[in-house]
């Protein structure tokens, strides 16, 4: 029986950093130089949802990204795919007359088809969300039996930030040692309800696609940057320790100044780097100026504020009336522009807005 197709949807939130990662010291297994910790974002909003199909009917593997078919030919693609294959196991559905062995997944095609509610490669890590998605729903399609940990060293080698999608609330990948990145996995730190007071708002400065990819300016910077090179040795580690312990305890001063100091170094290492890369523009540092202005007065962090490879503030609120506070300051300082409609400057939970 020829006439079958077996599909598998799945929806994965993007994650953002609050201790980055920036610089591989093996490109092809995206092996990082240091450890990083992230939040997963609440999967309503700022995610991709994939569907992977496999029929004997389909003659090549094809993807669609947001309705557009793009190659799957790339080193990346193909390693997911490679990976997931190689650990499928045997399927069968009596009912429909599906029998698949196990070294069938190898021969058999996929089709997949993603989209991302968020624009994408504009510093919003759509690519996190995206390989973390075509992973887990490879994986269900394949019926691997792997856990969470080891499908994450999988996304990683799709993009590093990616193993960290696997799991909700706060994640840290480690860097681990083996050379042949085993050990390179994602784990959960502390689920999302561990510290559900939080409110994360994505300041959306410019949907642009960003100039320098988050490749090249990595490569960049391992060569050339000294202050990388420090920080991954010297700062980070020790802002791992520290940011663990604040998130155990809900410690909202030390996770925010945590937060903020550790995307400004970031930043100071692109600056560092040469030619140097400059993801911020000048809405972005004004909002950084405004965000310390508010904290200095209040005399303890009300909001802790991170930007990756891109100019979008992401900002975290101390608490849903701080947060509120927050978007009537960011509509103050930064209105939207005459042509934009309030709905797409305000991604997410808008109930807020009525508090
Ligand atoms: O995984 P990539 O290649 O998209 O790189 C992500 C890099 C940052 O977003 C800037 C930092 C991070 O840890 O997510």
New binding site residues.
């Given amino acids: 029986n020829k006439n079958w197709i077996l599909m598998v949807t799945a929806r994965s939130p993007t994650?953002?950093?609050v201790i980055?990662?920036?610089g591989k010291r093996d490109e092809t297994l995206i092996l990082p130089i240091n450890d990083?910790i992230?939040v997963t974002l609440d999967p309503e909003h700022l995610c991709t949802t994939t569907t992977v199909a496999v029929s004997p009917k389909f003659e090549e593997d094809r993807m669609w990204l947001n309705k557009k078919e793009i190659s799957l030919s790339g080193g990346r693609f193909q390693s997911c795919l490679r990976e997931i294959r190689s650990r499928g196991t045997d399927f069968e559905d009596e009912e429909k007359g599906i029998f698949i062995k196990k070294e069938d997944w190898k021969k058999l095609h996929v089709h997949i088809d993603s989209f991302n509610n968020f624009p994408t490669a504009a510093g919003l890590?759509s690519?996190?969300a995206g390989f973390a998605c075509l992973v887990y729903s490879l994986a269900k399609l394949m019926n691997v039996k792997e856990d969470e940990g080891q499908l994450s060293a999988i996304a990683r080698q799709g993009?590093?930030?990616?193993c960290r999608s696997l799991y909700g609330g706060f994640v840290k990948w480690s860097m681990g040692n083996d050379a042949n990145g085993s050990d390179s996995i994602a784990v959960q730190l502390a689920t999302e309800a561990h510290w559900d007071e939080l409110v994360i708002i994505i300041a959306v400065v410019s949907s642009r696609q960003k100039e320098t990819s988050?490749?090249t300016g990595?490569r960049e910077s391992v060569e050339t940057s000294p202050l990388l090179h420090y920080r991954s040795k010297e700062v980070v580690p020790k802002r791992i320790l520290q940011m663990e312990e604040a998130i155990r305890t809900r410690d909202f001063p030390s996770f925010a100044k945590l937060t903020c100091a550790d995307s400004n170094q970031?930043h100071a290492t692109c600056l560092d780097t040469s030619p140097p890369i400059f993801y911020m523009n000048d809405t972005s540092h004004r909002q950084v100026f405004c965000m310390e202005k508010w904290n200095r007065s209040e005399g303890t962090p009300q909001v802790a504020y991170t930007f990756?490879?891109g100019p979008n503030a992401v900002l975290i609120a101390k608490n849903r009336k701080v947060a509120t506070q927050l978007l009537q300051r960011l509509l103050f300082y930064f209105p939207p522009s005459a042509d934009t409609e309030l709905d797409s400057y305000l991604i997410g939970d808008k109930s807020i807005l009525k508090d």
Avoid: L, R
């Fill in positions: 994650n953002i950093a980055k990662y920036w990083s992230s890590a690519s996190a993009s590093g930030s990616a988050s490749t990595m970031f990756d490879a």
